[in-house]
């Protein structure tokens, strides 16, 4: 039976993250769609390249700016709630990081952080296009640029989602102190769904079916890794402020334990799975939704009014 002190999650857990692990590597191993264009990866219908990369070189830097100023804030709380009441062996922590192990801890920073690299490459794709350098741009640079797209348009909305109706929440309910309404965590939970909805509207790069795989792929390398590293976030909690519980595993995110009762277990993968795949679907249909409305001859300022409307629906910005 699963305990407090158990620090490797259930052979059959392990078996189904192989599992998903596994076929979405092959998915996109065996994708064949048509890598896109210099003209689709870095251009607009609504703005002209350099304004394109001037806008995503600035979304890049401050990507970059708040990645740099993360790792160096002073020590700051991981607050780690479990569901007691479904069957969980751990009692609440904090756990304080900083530096290189906050960064690496949160699927939020993942995601943030992969959302600049799309930046920064989509930036270089727009320069390129105004400069009329067809030819530069190597095929593999058009096509990490459009993965990366697709991956951080769904695993950034789930980011939000998920902060903002499940996590924030579990926090007020449990009456725990949190920061996640101060300004750093407002930009990396809300900022990006605008940024995101940015790229929908006024960019054209597609978001496929044939990829959808890329976020399942980023979702269970994150998974994989937080369970690796769950008895080092234990190590830090019994060597940080205040009393240790005495946890043997520590987890960012209540959904993540492994001394849940199995089924529980299966079931949030499984639900993980499918909120992946959600969002990504999600964009997807957005993204088509934009593109017809644009040929309907819909203004941009009007769909530009909805889209905007939508992703403040979707934030959360004080208890």
């Given at each position: 039976?699963?305990?407090?002190?158990?620090?490797?999650?259930?052979?059959a857990t392990?078996?189904?993250?192989?599992?998903?692990?596994?076929?979405?590597?092959?998915?996109?191993?065996?994708?064949?769609?048509?890598?896109?264009?210099?003209?689709?990866?870095?251009?607009?219908?609504?703005?002209?390249?350099?304004?394109?990369?001037?806008?995503?070189?600035?979304?890049?830097?401050?990507?970059?700016?708040?990645?740099?100023?993360?790792?160096?804030?002073?020590?700051?709380?991981?607050?780690?709630?479990?569901?007691?009441?479904?069957?969980?062996?751990?009692?609440?922590?904090?756990?304080?990081?900083?530096?290189?192990?906050?960064?690496?801890?949160?699927?939020?920073?993942?995601?943030?952080?992969?959302?600049?690299?799309?930046?920064?490459?989509?930036?270089?794709?727009?320069?390129?296009?105004a400069l009329?350098?067809?030819?530069?741009?190597?095929?593999?640079?058009?096509?990490?640029?459009?993965?990366?797209?697709e991956m951080?348009?769904?695993?950034?909305?789930?980011?939000?989602?998920?902060?903002?109706?499940?996590?924030?929440?579990?926090?007020?309910?449990?009456?725990?102190?949190?920061?996640?309404?101060?300004?750093?965590?407002?930009?990396?939970?809300?900022?990006?769904?605008?940024?995101?909805?940015?790229?929908?509207?006024?960019?054209?790069?597609?978001?496929?079916?044939?990829?959808?795989?890329?976020?399942?792929?980023?979702?269970?390398?994150?998974?994989?890794?937080?369970?690796?590293?769950?008895?080092?976030?234990?190590?830090?909690?019994?060597?940080?402020?205040?009393?240790?519980?005495?946890?043997?595993?520590?987890?960012?995110?209540?959904?993540?334990?492994?001394?849940?009762?199995?089924?529980?277990?299966?079931?949030?993968?499984?639900?993980?799975?499918?909120?992946?795949?959600?969002?990504?679907?999600?964009?997807?249909?957005?993204?088509?939704?934009?593109?017809?409305?644009?040929?309907?001859?819909?203004?941009?300022?009007?769909?530009?009014?909805?889209?905007?409307?939508?992703?403040?629906?979707?934030?959360?910005?004080?208890?």
């Amino acid at each position: 039976m699963a305990n407090q002190k158990q620090t490797v999650p259930p052979l059959a857990t392990i078996a189904l993250g192989v599992v998903m692990a596994v076929v979405s590597g092959a998915m996109l191993a065996l994708d064949r769609t048509p890598i896109v264009t210099l003209e689709q990866a870095g251009g607009s219908e609504a703005v002209g390249p350099a304004c394109l990369c001037a806008l995503r070189g600035l979304f890049a830097l401050g990507h970059a700016f708040m990645i740099v100023q993360t790792a160096l804030l002073p020590a700051m709380p991981l607050i780690a709630v479990y569901k007691r009441e479904l069957g969980s062996h751990l009692q609440t922590e904090t756990i304080w990081l900083r530096g290189l192990p906050r960064l690496c801890s949160f699927f939020t920073i993942w995601c943030f952080a992969a959302q600049g690299a799309f930046f920064a490459l989509g930036a270089a794709c727009s320069a390129a296009l105004a400069l009329g350098a067809e030819g530069v741009v190597p095929a593999r640079v058009l096509y990490i640029t459009h993965l990366l797209f697709e991956m951080t348009a769904g695993c950034g909305l789930v980011v939000t989602v998920v902060v903002s109706f499940v996590i924030w929440p579990e926090l007020l309910r449990f009456g725990v102190q949190h920061d996640l309404d101060e300004p750093q965590n407002l930009v990396m939970h809300n900022w990006n769904v605008l940024e995101i909805l940015t790229e929908l509207l006024i960019g054209q790069l597609p978001i496929t079916v044939a990829h959808a795989a890329v976020g399942i792929a980023w979702g269970t390398a994150f998974i994989a890794f937080s369970w690796l590293r769950a008895p080092a976030l234990a190590r830090l909690a019994r060597e940080g402020k205040g009393r240790s519980a005495g946890n043997g595993v520590n987890f960012p995110y209540f959904f993540l334990d492994i001394t849940l009762p199995r089924a529980t277990q299966y079931a949030f993968l499984l639900g993980l799975l499918a909120v992946l795949l959600t969002f990504y679907f999600g964009a997807m249909a957005l993204r088509e939704l934009l593109l017809v409305s644009a040929r309907c001859g819909v203004p941009l300022l009007a769909r530009a009014a909805a889209t905007y409307a939508v992703g403040y629906m979707l934030t959360k910005w004080r208890d």
